[in-house]
């Protein structure tokens, strides 16, 4: 099992460019969520999804859209990137079931110059 | 609520044991974790305890669970550098659909 992977590792963006993260799991999880990691913030929930089709807001969502089209895969776009989404972002997917524990990816590092 | 607070910084030297504390807000949350992400990764899950329990030990780890005073910690017993990473606790939340809120995170650094 690979468990969650993230493509890229690593992005530099221009003002207003576009681009998507990728998250993948192979655990057969219902539930994928994406956050973003800044200093001294923690981790803030941007989006997650409870199933294939389904996306819903976190806290963080401005700026960002998702999608689900299949069950192993949750995408993270940003339409017009803003120096402010410069953060590591990171994808987690749970099983849905107790104990409800989360599955980190390795994380995206996005820069907007 | 779901509110988690952490301390910020924590310095060890290798083989003492190293107590990192947590208070949270939601008193409804049922499971609350530990995780531990060391630098240039993605948060691993260390342990987790559930709401009816006060303690739960696995290897070197104690966790410790208050819930009148709503308190979480984790003892490291004989800190290795190893251990060097930063701690987050989380709470599951009433919000649902498996939602965690989590504290800003502890960071530990181990002294050889």
Same mark, same amino acid.
């Given at each position: 099992?690979?468990?969650?992977?993230?493509?890229?590792?690593?992005?530099?963006?221009?003002t207003?460019?576009?681009m998507?993260?990728l998250?993948?799991? @192979?655990?057969?999880?219902?539930?994928?969520?994406?956050?973003r990691? @800044?200093p001294?913030?923690g981790?803030?929930?941007?989006?997650?999804?409870v199933?294939?089709?389904t996306?819903?807001?976190?806290?963080?969502?401005d700026g960002?859209?998702?999608?689900?089209?299949?069950?192993?895969?949750?995408l993270?776009?940003l339409e017009?990137a803003?120096?402010?989404?410069?953060s590591?972002?990171?994808c987690a997917?749970?099983?849905?079931?107790p104990p409800?524990?989360?599955?980190?990816?390795p994380g995206t590092?996005?820069?907007v110059? | 609520?779901?509110?988690?607070?952490?301390?910020?910084?924590l310095?060890?030297?290798e083989g003492?044991?190293?107590v990192i504390?947590?208070?949270?807000t939601?008193?409804s949350s049922?499971?609350l974790y530990w995780?531990?992400q060391?630098p240039?990764?993605?948060l691993?899950?260390?342990t987790?305890?559930?709401s009816?329990m006060?303690?739960?030990?696995?290897?070197?780890?104690?966790?410790?669970?208050?819930?009148?005073?709503?308190h979480?910690?984790?003892?490291?017993?004989?800190?290795?550098? +190893?251990?060097?990473?930063?701690?987050?606790?989380?709470?599951?939340t009433?919000l649902g659909?498996?939602?965690?809120a989590? +504290?800003?995170?502890n960071?530990?650094?181990?002294?050889?």
């Amino acid at each position: 099992n690979a468990g969650v992977t993230q493509t890229p590792k690593f992005r530099v963006l221009k003002t207003g460019q576009s681009m998507t993260l990728l998250c993948a799991q @192979d655990m057969n999880h219902e539930y994928m969520y994406w956050y973003r990691q @800044d200093p001294g913030m923690g981790l803030r929930l941007i989006h997650y999804s409870v199933g294939e089709g389904t996306t819903a807001k976190g806290k963080v969502p401005d700026g960002y859209n998702v999608s689900r089209l299949k069950k192993q895969n949750f995408l993270l776009g940003l339409e017009s990137a803003a120096p402010s989404q410069t953060s590591v972002y990171f994808c987690a997917s749970s099983s849905g079931g107790p104990p409800y524990e989360q599955y980190f990816g390795p994380g995206t590092r996005l820069t907007v110059t | 609520g779901e509110d988690v607070e952490q301390s910020l910084f924590l310095s060890v030297r290798e083989g003492d044991s190293s107590v990192i504390n947590c208070t949270y807000t939601d008193s409804s949350s049922t499971y609350l974790y530990w995780y531990k992400q060391e630098p240039g990764a993605g948060l691993q899950l260390l342990t987790y305890i559930f709401s009816n329990m006060d303690m739960k030990q696995d290897q070197r780890l104690t966790v410790l669970l208050n819930k009148k005073d709503k308190h979480l910690s984790l003892r490291i017993a004989d800190t290795q550098t +190893g251990d060097s990473a930063i701690y987050f606790c989380a709470e599951s939340t009433t919000l649902g659909n498996n939602r965690l809120a989590f +504290g800003k995170g502890n960071q530990v650094v181990v002294i050889p």
